[in-house]
């Protein structure tokens, strides 16, 4: 049985995947698939993939599926870049206004409403979908909202990782390491325990030779983006699965349940 491995094909991914591109024959036990983080999302839930470094809330909303990798995360030092609100309005205006949501992404949706009720007590009229031009504002997330940076064609832009911080004054853990309880069994663990190990190398590899990590990486994934563009966004990214970023977790989820978006806030739980 092969170890089902969610691969986001997003550059905020690209630390954990890029060491492995090219070398698929030493990782024969491990099936990666391809996919936006509420695809991964999906398949953690319905039983098709293993692990992934998915949507947060992923872990919340199916208690006691699964368990978290305790050190390694996606995260940001105050802003993250890739998860941001543009709007042709102030942030303090859109009450009653159109907000469009990526689908992308149910951590970086529920986040939004958070901030946008809790910190600002706002009421927009969300709308799921691709941006049209009659909305108000639009969410993206990733490699879409890094190119919509580079356009300027919104009046006000917002980034969701420096909201979080300046409201609650810690960092945003955007994607946990959400392992199925299946891939515990005696035949994968093992499997399992040698692909963490390979992925935090990775993740070494990439902080000590960045461009070339990218060349690899760019090559099967290509964006529009200016090389430099590219290279200083992982200035903004921490991979740490620090204790301060676990509370920061535990509160994210504390104010989902309380906005009635999970169930109940579970405690977290780790390899």
């Known amino acids: 049985m092969a170890l089902r491995v969610g691969r986001i094909p997003f550059l905020v991914c690209a630390p954990f995947f890029h060491d492995f591109l090219g070398r698929e024959s030493e990782f024969h036990d491990i099936e ?23 949507s947060s809330i992923t872990f919340a909303q199916k208690p006691g599926a699964f368990v978290l990798a305790p050190d390694i995360c996606t995260s940001c ?3 993250v870049r890739s998860v941001k ?4 309005v102030p942030i303090e205006k859109l ?24 910190r600002f007590g706002l009421q927009p009229v969300y ?6 031009s ?12 890094l190119e919509e940076n580079e356009r300027h064609r919104f009046a006000c832009d917002y980034d969701l990782g420096t909201l ?18 299946d891939a515990l069994k005696p035949e994968l663990k093992p499997v399992l325990l040698r692909y963490l190990q390979a992925t935090r190398e990775s993740v070494e590899r990439f902080r000590e030779n960045p461009s070339r990590s990218l060349d690899k990486w760019l090559a099967r994934y290509p964006v529009n983006l200016p090389r430099a563009v590219i290279e200083n ?7 740490r699965f620090t204790d301060e970023r676990k509370q920061s977790l535990s509160l994210f989820f504390e104010h989902a349940a309380a906005q009635g978006l999970i169930k109940q806030a579970p405690a977290l739980e780790f390899l």
């Not at 990666?32 to 998915?54: M, N, R, T, Y």
Request: glycine share 6%; proline share 3%; with cysteine.
């Open 77 to 79: 030092s105050f802003e």
């Open 85 to 88: 609100l543009f709007s042709k």
């Open 164 to 181: 979080w911080q300046d409201w609650l004054q810690v960092p945003f853990v955007f994607g946990a390491w959400i392992i199925s309880r």
């Open 233 to 239: 966004y992982y200035s903004a990214l921490d991979y």
């Open 95 to 118: 009450s009653g206004k159109t907000v469009c949501l990526t689908a992308q992404s149910e951590t970086s949706i529920n986040l939004l409403k958070i901030i946008l009720q809790e």
């Open 134 to 145: 009659a909305d108000d504002a639009c969410l993206l997330i990733g490699d879409q909202a």
């Open 127 to 132: 709308r799921a979908g691709v941006y049209e």
């Open 32 to 54: 990666f698939v391809d996919g936006a983080p509420s695809a991964h999302c999906a398949a953690l839930k319905e039983g098709q993939i293993h692990l992934s470094p998915a």
